[in-house]
């Protein structure tokens, strides 16, 4: 369980975070919604201690982040699993090193025993032949999976999440959504999503937080987000014909 | 203010570097790869410049000399004494301030700007000792390459002067066994030492704590350049004057 209250977050003059308050549960799929720009990068690189913040806290099972010290962070940070919007993967290192790389540095394993997790986590991605390929000669939709792969190659505690499928084909993408949401259970673990998405929205949405100019406009899950009559929500939800369509469908159909 | 700030943020840097260190067996490969790219990876080019500078180094001393009653020994003497002193130490360290500084600050400068260095830190991954530490250590494998340049200089040298018909080979080994003064030696290595950190940490610095994109990978290169220069320059007046002075 992680716990923000009031975050607040400049970049010099612009105001980007304005005072967040909200909740993500173990064991569940929180998702980030929000604009292009709304800020949802910077919160969750806020949250992972990445960015200083001016104003409010941030708690890992009651324990303030920012009071820790040095070490303590960083026993922390060895049970966190993050993809970045951009992958980050290293590119001196192969794909498969890549996806090694934590066990690595932070198990005992032999080298057998993390071939053999290496190989599951990556076929996990649907991703069995690229073993020893390097990152630049990946493509993007590639180097995203790697990056999930690298990132829950340990088992995490908490696992974070930009945009873990833009730039996936749809049938990619749920793979990849259903695989993160397998994994939340299957290890009860905290799963923090950014998302613009609105498949993930749809699949993986057990709790939503909805970013607008800084501010936290909305919060529900996936089963609530039809229902809301917030504005800016369904302005952001339903921009597209196909989901007004299937809005309206389903507000007919529970009427 | 920012130099006082840099400075201070740069000794900072170096004592974070020491702690919390990364798993030998992952360091030693680590460190193995920057012998690799930064100690063997410059040999090539030190050889070949050391060896030429120290031709004309002979060959300029003996073009200068016509005055009969200096002793023709004196044109080894003269190579042996600047490339020892200053040539090998000095001026290969800001050939390779160039060289090594610029690829210590680019490939830095990248992972920053493409997240690696963030991604090394969220998973509790020390990254000054993962990323400069290595470098460090490698580089205290740069006396290696100085002794090198130091005997393929004053070999130039030696070639120069006999094959350019400037002096005998006689004379030229005499010359550079004349007034040898151990303490020179070691005032070259300890120079040497000091220079080999500047060259693994001011490049590192400027590459760790960039920002921006690749553009600024480019600027921070040329900055990171220009600063070792200046520090080992300004080093090189400092120790001089204390240990020779
Ligand atoms: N390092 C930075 N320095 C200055 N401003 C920044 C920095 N990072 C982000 N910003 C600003 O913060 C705002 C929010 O950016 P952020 O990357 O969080 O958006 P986002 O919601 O993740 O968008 P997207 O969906 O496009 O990834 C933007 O206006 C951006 O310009
Ligand atoms: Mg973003």
């Known amino acids: 369980m992680i716990e923000v209250k009031n975050l607040h977050k400049s970049f010099g003059e612009a105001h980007i975070l304005k005072g967040i308050t909200t909740s993500f549960e173990k064991g569940k799929t929180n998702l980030i919604i929000g604009q292009s720009g709304s800020g949802k990068t910077v919160f969750l690189k806020c949250l992972l201690g990445l960015f200083d913040y001016e104003e409010g806290s941030i708690a890992y099972e009651g324990k303030i982040f920012s009071k820790l010290s040095p070490d303590e962070k960083r026993n922390l940070r060895a049970e966190i699993g993050m993809v970045f919007q951009g992958s980050a993967l290293f590119d001196s290192m192969t794909i498969a090193e890549n996806v090694m790389f934590p066990l690595r540095m932070f198990t005992k394993q032999s080298k057998s025993e993390m071939q053999d997790r290496v190989d599951f986590v990556l076929k996990r991605v649907n991703l069995d032949d690229a073993h020893n390929k390097m990152p630049s000669e990946a493509s993007g939709g590639m180097q995203k999976r790697v990056a999930i792969a690298r990132a829950i190659v340990n088992n995490p505690k908490y696992l974070f999440c930009d945009e873990p499928n833009s730039g996936l084909d749809p049938k990619t993408a749920i793979v990849i959504d259903n695989l993160i949401q397998e994994i939340t259970d299957e290890y009860n673990i905290t799963t923090v999503i950014n998302s613009h998405d609105m498949n993930s929205v749809m699949e993986i949405g057990e709790k939503i937080v909805f970013l607008k100019n800084g501010l936290k406009e909305w919060e529900g899950s996936k089963d609530t987000i039809f229902k809301t009559d917030n504005e800016a929500v369904t302005n952001f939800v339903y921009s597209s014909e196909l989901f007004k369509k299937v809005r309206k469908m389903y507000l007919e159909e529970n009427s | ?245």
Request: charged content about 10%; glycine content about 8%.
């Open chain 2, 1 to 245: 203010m920012t130099y006082l700030h840099n400075i201070g943020k740069y000794f900072l840097m170096i004592a974070e570097m020491f702690r919390k260190p990364t798993k030998w067996s992952v360091m030693k490969q680590l460190i193995l790869k920057d012998i690799d790219d930064l100690v063997i990876g410059s040999l090539g080019i030190v050889a070949f410049i050391a060896f030429f500078v120290g031709g004309v180094v002979a060959i300029q001393t003996s073009l200068n000399i016509n005055n009969p009653l200096i002793p023709k020994y004196l044109v080894g003497f003269a190579t042996r004494q600047s490339i020892v002193l200053e040539f090998a130490p000095t001026f290969i360290s800001i050939i390779m301030a160039g060289k090594v500084g610029s690829f210590i600050t680019s490939s830095i400068g990248t992972m920053r700007v493409t997240e690696q260095i963030d991604a090394l830190e969220v998973m509790g991954i020390n990254s000054l000792n993962y990323l400069v530490f290595p470098k460090f250590i490698s580089l205290m494998l740069y006396p290696f390459v100085i002794s090198i340049a130091m005997f393929l200089g004053v070999l130039g040298g030696m070639a120069a002067c006999v094959y350019g018909g400037y002096g005998t080979l006689e004379d030229y080994v005499i010359g550079i066994q004349t007034d040898f003064i151990p303490f020179h030696i070691t005032y070259a290595f300890i120079k040497t030492i000091v220079f080999a950190f500047i060259l693994a940490t001011i490049p590192s610095f400027y590459g760790y704590y960039m920002k921006g994109g690749a553009l600024e990978v480019g600027k921070a290169s040329t900055t990171s350049f220009v600063w070792t220069s200046v520090v080992i320059i300004l080093l090189n007046f400092l120790l001089t004057s204390l240990l020779l002075g």
